[in-house]
């Protein structure tokens, strides 16, 4: 479902064109994310989740939407979490050494980054941060992912503006929907998948209702 992202492949092209940095993650420009964030309206309707791993994602919120109208047997669900900053730095630390043993740039020294890719560092960083928030989301919620495309992840504010006025260390707030499915062994466990289960048979109900109306 979320792949990581492969961070070098575009960065260590011999090249000086900033376009070989464009990024993978499946994302839509629909607002600004800037020092103070702006993000995307909630949707309407939907089922607010409990988390079952409660020292996982602190703060975030997951809802169940209904049935996917694409996929067949899976849900929609919508969350809203924050990438760490402490994680995000430590990724972009983690991006810059490694690409510094590979790094060869016309005009600049073997290993030496150029000042105008440090931005695409950030960016990469934030990206590999978001996904693994939403890995991290599956276990927090007791769900599980589809395979491949059916599965990817929409980020609905633009990270490429996130970067923008980026200050180091600080947590990036965002939303996102996917697709998935509730692990019955994980819910189970946590013995509230029956629960859940019927709120969102409940809410389709209603909402079927309203339309009838």
Known sequence: MMKSITLLTALLAASSSVSAFAPTLHSRTTTSLRMAVELVPEPDGGVELTKISTDVLPGSRMKCMGDSEKIEGAQEFWLSAKADGAAIKKLRTKIEKESSKKANFPGFRKGQIPPWAMPK???????????????????????????????????????????????????????????????????????????VMGDVVDAEVVDAEIVAE
């Open 121 to 195: 560092m950030v960016l990469f960083a934030i990206q590999e941060a978001v996904i693994k928030t939403c890995e991290a989301s599956l276990e927090a919620y007791g769900l599980s992912s589809l395979e491949g495309a059916d599965g990817e992840v929409t980020v609905n504010e633009d990270m490429q503006e996130a970067c923008k006025g980026y200050k180091a260390g600080s947590d990036i707030e965002f939303t996102a929907t996917y697709r998935g499915n509730f692990d019955d062994v994980a819910m189970s466990a946590a013995g509230i998948v029956d629960e």
